[in-house]
């Protein structure tokens, strides 16, 4: 079992920036391909990126390159992701996600576990 507490959400105008973290125990997840995904009100939840086990490859949504990065620590088995450029559009509630296997994927049925979600929320 891979526990997953995601951190650093809020209130950020246009422009700004957040780095979100996700911090993992348990059976960590070193080795393993994590992602970020965000679900909006209304709307189902979509990827927004993805690192690979050894941290060598990164998958991105169209949506969020150039503005977005990931990057893991897997000495301090966490997992970030830097948002710059916010848009109100990114408004959501955002979701680590581990997986048991090293590849970065999209889709969010590829994930073995799951955070519990933290607000990002980005005003006009």
């Known amino acids: 079992q891979v526990r997953l507490v995601e951190s650093g959400g809020g209130l950020v105008q246009a422009g700004g920036s957040l780095r979100l973290s996700c911090a993992a125990s348990g059976r960590t997840s070193r080795g393993n391909a994590m992602g970020w995904f965000r679900q909006a009100p209304g709307k189902e939840r979509e990827f927004v990126l993805a690192?690979?086990?050894?941290?060598?490859?990164?998958v991105y949504a169209d949506s969020v390159k150039g503005r977005f990065t990931i990057s893991r620590d897997d000495a301090k088995n966490t997992v970030s992701l830097q948002m710059n450029s916010l848009q109100p559009e990114d408004t959501a509630v955002y979701y680590c996600?581990?997986?048991?296997?090293?590849?970065?994927?999209?889709?969010?049925?590829?994930?073995?576990?799951w955070g519990q979600g933290t607000q990002v929320t980005v005003s006009s």
């Open positions: 996600a581990a997986r048991l296997a090293v590849l970065a994927k999209s889709r969010p049925t590829d994930y073995n576990y």
């Open positions: 690192i690979s086990g050894s941290g060598a490859n990164t």
